[in-house]
Structures are given as C-alpha cells and as structure tokens.
C-alpha cells in the first residue's frame, strides 16, 4: 500500500490562493513522474498538473498562468500553488505518482483526495 498524503485543501474566496502539498514515500518519490488531478462533482477527473518522467511540466488547460507545480526532492513532497482561483475550481484535488514498470506499463498511486471549494 502507497501512502501518498495530501494536505491544504479548504474554503478559499473567489481571487484568491491556496498551496497543496503532497508527501509521499521516497522509493516512489524519486522514481514517479509527480502530479495533481482534480475531480468536480458530476465530471471526469481531469489533470490539472504534473511532472513528465524527464522533469517538463504540464498544466491543464484551465489553469494554465494560475497554477504551478513544483516540488522538494529532500522533502519528498510535491506542491501545487493556486492562484486567482475560480469558483470553477472547485474540486477534490488528488496527488498522483506514476511510476514506470516496464517499456510501456505503469502504476498509479492515488492519494485520499483534498476538497477545494471556492466561494464567489
């Protein structure tokens, strides 16, 4: 079992921002391309942005100029900075590591999920 432990979600107002952090266990960590979904009542879950396995970032198009990813490699933890949130960004947000198997396999470890509601 692959603990990935998100924290930070809440109550943010409309303009806004909010940091979410996700820790997660070393052996996946260094191994795992790093990134954050998000799934709003009713829809799909959609990336919102993630680490590519060689370092490049990818950014949903929604947040794009809003939101950043970084991450702390001593820490283990991956953040997702919002800013100028929307009330469309209303979400449970989930941490996500991708590590690769083989040539063309992976494993997805998904955290519990952190709610951001966004109030106008």
């Known amino acids: 079992q692959v603990h990935l432990v998100e924290s930070g979600g809440g109550l943010v107002q409309a303009g806004g921002s909010l940091r979410l952090s996700c820790a997660a266990p070393?052996?996946?960590?260094?191994?795992?391309?790093m990134g954050w979904y998000r799934q709003a009542p009713g829809k799909q879950r959609e990336l919102v942005a993630a680490f590519s396995t060689g370092g490049s970032t990818n950014y949903g198009a929604s947040v794009k100029g809003r939101f950043t990813i970084s991450r702390d490699n001593a820490e283990n933890t991956v953040y997702l900075q919002m800013n100028s949130v929307k009330p469309e960004d209303t979400a449970v947000y989930y941490c996500?590591?991708?590590?690769?198997?083989?040539?063309?396999?992976?494993?997805?470890?998904w955290g519990q999920g952190t709610q951001v509601t966004v109030s106008s």
């Open positions: 996500n590591a991708r590590k690769k198997t083989g040539d063309y396999t992976y494993n997805n470890y």
């Open positions: 070393g052996s996946i960590f260094s191994s795992s391309a």
